[in-house]
């Protein structure tokens, strides 16, 4: 209710204020909670408009001032033709000189659904003709670029038993002016990079001063899994790219004292920074190696790896769930671009490596305990232990983060150290 009133009074401040067509609105996730450093871009034929949310997820584009990748004066790109099309559909294109055109086509959450058309065009009328075979009923999107400087985009409405384009069908005249009044929005792409991104449509016309588009809502937890419960405690999930994580650090098992090494034994045995269970509950415990992967066949720290150790190994983690390899933590770290301030919760870290959790895995600096039973760096660094051993066999993969750099380190550690367990959920849910 805060939130909403907060934002209900940004709107009229925004409208006793404005002097140009401007549109709002609040990027939030499925508990309502605003979304920040998300990219949001605004799609109105034929430009491109580009802003982020700001610290609460709301976002304001004023359509003359932050427009960009507009087509220049003497370029023409139509809208598709037939529309709507059973299945292939036509684009023309008025050019003033040779240029590069790209297409790609996209479905309303974003998935790209067909092989990307690269074609060089002729100065004067060209066209492309476009093909969904095969894809559901529904509304669909042609991303195209021209030279890599200019984009635009153009809804398509695939309806079976609507009009067919053969190439004999003559078109209509097309109107090629190049219009700045258009009221209607092709769509709004809100994205975090490479981790997720969202198509909305069906929006509003703008018909005043100001549009307020309301509430858009991205998926951030794993599909049909908000949460889950494991050993009496309540983990939330987020999705990151294709993967699927725990959002909090595993917190399983009875502490022992960090001067003790961990036993393969049938109890889970965990630490707690400085020995104390009230760490255990905020950062999550800290795991020797062959505790965190619960080798079937007894294995210690100083062992070599089982072939089962090559993925989906649930250790201490739920089932469904696994211990992630040293694979899954390069794709992480591709997903957000090597920038570990994605991956910090916002209250983490100092400076320019303050943590922005645009990915949503919300980690925290827990610090680790040492081989000698020391408990060092809280809120300085964080590790998670991966699956995968290297060749010497007493050290395994990690990945890390840290106080003084918004990068992601991915190397090996000691078996014996006390690191952080994030679970990753398994390839075939």
Known sequence: MKLFLTYL???????????????????????????????????????????????????????T????????????ISNNFPNPFNPRTR??????????????????????VGDRIEKEMQAGNNYIDLEL????????????????????????MLLYGSQHLSVVDQIGSENYS???????????VVSAGLMRTKTFINLPELTGQILDVGFLQMQISCPDMETIEYSGKTYHTVQIGSQCWLKENLDVGTKINGIVDSTNNNTIEKYCYNNDEANCTTYGGLYQWAEAVQIPEGATNNTS?????????????????????????????AAINDDGNALKREDQGIGPNVGTNISGFSALLTGYRYTNGDFYELGNYTYFWSVTV??????????????????????????????SVRCCKDLDY
């Open 9 to 63: 009074l940004m709107f009229f401040v925004c409208v006793g204020n404005l002097t140009a067509q401007t549109i709002t609105g609040l990027v939030i996730d499925e508990t309502e909670t605003g979304l920040k450093n998300y990219q949001v871009k605004l799609f109105i034929t034929p430009n491109v408009y580009t802003t982020q949310t700001d610290i609460e997820g709301f976002f304001t584009i004023n359509l």
């Open 65 to 76: 001032e932050v427009k960009e990748e507009t087509l220049p004066k003497n370029y023409s």
């Open 91 to 112: 684009i023309n294109f008025l050019l003033p000189q040779t240029s590069k055109i790209q297409v790609e086509i996209f479905n309303t959450i974003g998935q790209n």
């Open 133 to 156: 075979n095969g894809l559901p009923n529904g509304v669909y999107f042609a991303r195209i670029n021209v030279n890599n400087q200019y984009t635009v985009v153009r809804k398509l």
């Open 178 to 188: 190049k219009s700045t009044n258009n009221t209607y929005i092709d769509s709004i």
């Open 305 to 333: 790896p089982s072939p089962a150790l090559m993925g989906n190994v649930k250790g201490i983690c739920p089932t469904g769930w696994h211990i992630p390899t040293k694979t899954e933590f390069e794709i992480l770290k």
């Open 390 to 419: 290297d060749s010497f066999f007493n050290t395994a993969s990690i990945i890390g983060l840290n106080n003084y750099s918004h990068s992601v380190s991915l190397a090996g550690n000691y078996k014996y150290y006390g690191f």
